[in-house]
């Protein structure tokens, strides 16, 4: 059974930095693509970023240029670099197998926890 244990999310400025991890349990992680999802309150959750199995990267049009995900193949685990926050980034931000589709759509029906950003002055 996979599991996702999202962390490092927290309290930010505007225009602070911050990294996300993700770690992986119950399935080969190297040959996953993985990719961040956000939702925001009152909101659906959307797809945020994804990186595939050979490293190939994709980014919604809102965070691109300021995201960047990577992985880890030898500790399972996948991470989110976000720089530039703005208020619009405050969400519980989760982690998922995105499926090749134009959605990005997660492929597991089990989330984790996710972790908390907020971003205010």
């Known amino acids: 059974q996979v599991q996702f244990v999202e962390s490092g999310g927290g309290w930010v400025q505007p225009g602070g930095s911050m990294r996300l991890s993700c770690t992986v349990s119950?399935?080969?992680?190297?040959?996953?693509?993985m990719g961040w999802y956000r939702q925001a309150p009152g909101k659906q959750r959307e797809f945020v970023a994804m990186i595939t199995r050979d490293g190939n990267t994709d980014y919604s049009g809102s965070v691109k240029g300021r995201f960047t995900i990577s992985r880890d193949n030898a500790k399972n685990m996948v991470y989110l670099q976000i720089d530039s926050l703005k208020p619009e980034d405050a969400a519980v931000y989760y982690c998922?197998?995105?499926?090749?589709?134009?959605?990005?759509?997660?492929?597991?029906?089990?989330w984790g926890r996710g972790t908390q950003v907020t971003v205010s002055s």
């Open positions: 119950g399935i080969i992680f190297r040959v996953l693509d």
């Open positions: 998922n197998n995105p499926q090749r589709n134009i959605e990005h759509s997660p492929t597991f029906r089990s």
